[in-house]
């Protein structure tokens, strides 16, 4: 079983910037391939970004990239997602995913767990 802790969402003005953080435990990181999506109230959620076990492989959502990056530290179990360029529209519950392969994907379904999710809100 894998747990999944977000941490560093928050309330932030469009330009700014923010760094979600997303600690694993119960396995090791270096055997999930991992992913970010989000949801915005009334709508479905939807891929951000995903990330290969070793990290050598990165995809992005047209809609952020350029904007996010997404890096993993397997010694310390946590994936981190660095936001800037914040838009209004940015503004979801972030949610961390996991899944015990070396091939990230970008489906919901590919992925057996999930964070908690944080808050991000962007103001304009």
């Known amino acids: 079983q894998v747990q999944l802790v977000e941490s560093g969402g928050g309330l932030v003005q469009a330009g700014g910037s923010l760094r979600l953080s997303c600690a694993a435990s119960?396995?090791?990181?270096?055997?999930?391939?991992m992913g970010w999506f989000r949801q915005a109230p009334g709508k479905e959620r939807e891929f951000v970004t995903s990330?290969?076990?070793?990290?050598?492989?990165?995809y992005y959502a047209d809609s952020v990239k350029g904007r996010f990056t997404l890096s993993r530290d397997n010694a310390k179990n946590t994936v981190y997602l660095q936001m800037n360029s914040l838009k209004p529209e940015d503004t979801a519950v972030y949610y961390c995913?996991?899944?015990?392969?070396?091939?990230?994907?970008?489906?919901?379904?590919?992925?057996?767990?999930w964070g908690q999710g944080t808050q991000v809100t962007v103001s304009s």
């Open positions: 990330t290969n076990w070793s990290g050598g492989s990165t």
């Open positions: 119960g396995r090791t990181l270096s055997s999930l391939a």
């Open positions: 995913a996991a899944r015990p392969a070396t091939i990230s994907r970008s489906t919901i379904l590919s992925y057996d767990y």
